[in-house]
T-cell receptor
């Protein structure tokens, strides 16, 4: 049973375009929503995270949009660059459950 | 470099065998997590330790076990290996427990079971 559904599985975007990756969850108890970025041959690294008390968080070209009522959140990468080509994982967490549950990942390729 | 080290980097073994993967967390981090990454399953949480004690368990098979030692390094033991256990195994560490603590991932151990 997948607690968080991530889409799309893969994405190709032209340089300068906007990349959008979506995640949906069921349990409203989750209160922490991070995105991790993984380059080939490396471990994932935290990119940006949001809590449900805000609807949007922006860090540079990366923005998380959060829709609490729809139980969805998304990662937007503005002005996508070839260096953004990586696999992106969304996560859902709740301090009461201790663990972080990750989505299945989205492989992003930004073409030059 | 995240500061988390994992050994070995690659491991090739046969079905039925037993292996041990080792992880050293970042200096000062008390929590260690183990994940399994396969192509079709993404990042699967296996188990978490905090300051030597097991704190959370995911879909970890009974053939797998882990522990965190007093010096905070951790080992993941995989026994009676099957072909399907071939995957990348990541260790991550964080300062405290709780999913809202940033996890720093090691470079992973690639396990191949033949």
């Amino acid at each position: 049973q997948q607690q968080v559904k991530q889409s799309p599985q893969s994405l190709i975007v032209q340089k300068g375009g906007i990349s959008i990756i979506n995640c949906a969850y069921e349990n409203t108890a989750f209160d922490y929503f991070p995105w991790y970025q993984q380059f080939p041959g490396k471990g994932p690294a935290l990119l940006i995270a949001i809590r449900p008390d805000v609807s949007e968080k922006k860090e540079g070209r990366f923005t998380i949009s959060f829709n609490k009522s729809a139980k969805q959140f998304s990662l937007h990468i503005m002005d996508s660059q070839p260096g953004d080509s990586a696999t992106y994982f969304c996560g859902i967490g709740n301090t009461g459950f201790q663990k972080l549950v990750f989505g299945t990942g989205t492989r992003l390729l930004v073409s030059p | 470099d995240s500061g988390v080290t994992q050994t070995p980097k690659h491991l090739i073994t046969a079905t039925g065998q037993r292996v041990t993967l080792r992880c050293s967390p970042r200096s000062g981090d008390l929590s260690v997590y183990w994940y399994q990454q396969s192509l079709d399953q993404g990042l699967q949480f296996l188990i978490q330790y905090y300051n030597g004690e097991e704190r959370a368990k995911g879909n970890i098979l009974e053939r797998f076990s882990a522990q965190q030692f007093p010096d905070l390094h951790s080992e993941l033991n995989l026994s009676s290996l099957e072909l399907g256990d071939s995957a990348l195994y990541f260790c991550a560490s964080s300062r405290m427990m709780g999913p809202d603590n940033e996890q720093f991932f090691g470079p992973g151990t690639r396990l191949t079971v033949l």
